[in-house]
């Protein structure tokens, strides 16, 4: 009986972080650039170890005797790196990538990190950053008395002064693709940081060797189904009471064993 209340534990602690996981997607279906994330399960290992090793120490040809379930777990949770909607916008400095690749940013205790939202700006200093002040790399310096900038589908960045009406190149924006993008670790902020499962990262100019293009005055919307997403919830929500219920019929047995007994 307390096998039960062990499996029905680790069902309900498994559907609540997926609940978790799927309200997570839901409340970032706005958020410029994100990635939707999925919840992967497996069973716990079968009760039936013991009598496995038994049969083999007697050179048993039997099969094994029943085999009882232990539970259920959270074994991952990988990104969905699929292209978001492009949707446009006024901003100069906003860009979308389409295709493959990370833009490449540097954070203020100089770390290195990757991501896909485009909402970019101008700081104080005139560096190319995210909306938390990452700097965009390769760094590229926005002079004060700028009056336009471009940006082209292969990352150049031009810009026209004040006073003068040729355009002047500044820099270019490089990409970052990864052998497995979906071994990325989320560092929040829509960032991702290199880990082992990713391998190291590939640089390249966009638009070449199958990298991706970048689009001026486009944003790359999240890539989150929300009818999807909806329909999840339910299942979850119902997966759950269900394990709730099987977890009471299993306090009323116990009760009704121990009333028994008690006669």
């Known amino acids: 009986m307390l096998r039960q209340f062990h499996v029905g534990a680790t069902g309900m602690s498994a559907f609540e972080k997926l609940m978790v996981n799927i309200t997570n ?45 232990a539970g259920v777990r959270i074994v991952a949770t990988p990104k969905d790196f ?65 009056t336009t900038v471009r940006i082209a589908t292969d990352g150049t960045v031009y810009v026209t002064l004040k006073q003068e009406t040729q355009e002047k190149s500044l820099g270019q924006i490089q990409l970052a693709k990864f052998v497995n993008p979906a071994g990325l670790e989320s560092i929040g902020g829509n960032l991702y940081k290199e880990t082992i499962a990713s391998g190291s990262p590939v640089l390249g100019i966009p638009g070449q060797d199958n990298f991706g293009t970048i689009s001026q005055f486009s944003l790359e919307s999240s890539n989150v189904d929300i009818i999807g997403e909806m329909m999840e919830m339910v299942i979850t929500q119902r997966a759950f009471d269900i394990i709730t219920k099987a977890i009471q019929s299993g306090e009323g047995m116990m009760k009704s064993a121990a009333d028994i007994a008690r006669s």
């Open 82 to 146: 699929r292209q978001g909607a492009i949707s446009v916008t006024n901003n100069e400095f906003d860009i979308a990538i389409n295709g493959e690749g990370f833009l490449v940013f540097r954070t203020a205790n100089d770390e290195t990190t990757y991501g896909r939202a485009g909402n970019l700006n101008r700081d104080s200093a005139g560096n190319i950053v995210d909306p938390n002040g990452n700097i965009l790399q390769p760094q590229i310096v926005i002079p004060d008395n700028t």
């Open 25 to 69: 997607n839901v409340s970032n279906s706005k958020t410029v650039g994100y990635k939707s994330t999925r919840t992967e399960m497996e069973n716990i290992f079968p009760q039936i170890l013991s009598k496995a090793i038994a049969n083999r120490e007697n050179n048993s040809a039997q099969p094994s005797d029943i085999e009882l379930g």
